[in-house]
């Protein structure tokens, strides 16, 4: 029934000029909407793949969670890619985690984290 819907994301931001300006200009998503869906209550939607990104003003949750991950064919490139744009990568040395180079292994993945401007626990993964 919904193999065909088209996934929706949705993130919450405290400062929607600065959200798009990380989410367009850094990682380079394309912002195709920007709507006010009640009075005083907007949001941007930004195209990622074939899933949308909804990012509504509000506040960001904390929780340390990871609620987007963008899938890459190449974690390495992608990595270096968004560093170049001056994007900080966490680092992980625990028992059951660590990152090198801002890399992990995760079972039959690799994943590298970071963080928008909110604070908000961003990922990549790709096939290890």
Not at 10 to 30: H, P, Q, V
Not at 47 to 66: D, K, N
């Amino acid at each position: 029934m919904l193999n065909t819907a088209r996934l929706v994301a949705n993130l919450k931001a405290s400062d929607l000029e600065r959200s798009i300006a990380f989410y367009e200009g850094t990682l380079g998503l394309s912002l195709i909407g920007r709507r006010e869906v009640l009075p005083g209550h907007e949001e941007v939607l930004f195209q990622a793949g074939g899933a949308v990104l909804c990012i509504e003003r509000g506040t960001p949750s904390a929780g340390g969670q990871t609620p987007v991950s963008f899938e890459v064919d190449d974690i390495e490139s992608a990595v270096e890619g968004l560093r170049q744009r001056r994007v900080e990568f966490e680092e992980y040395d625990l028992p059951s985690l660590k990152t090198v180079g801002g890399i992990a292994t995760v079972g039959t993945l690799s994943a590298a984290w970071f963080k928008d401007p909110d604070g908000t626990l961003l990922a990549l993964i790709s096939e290890a």
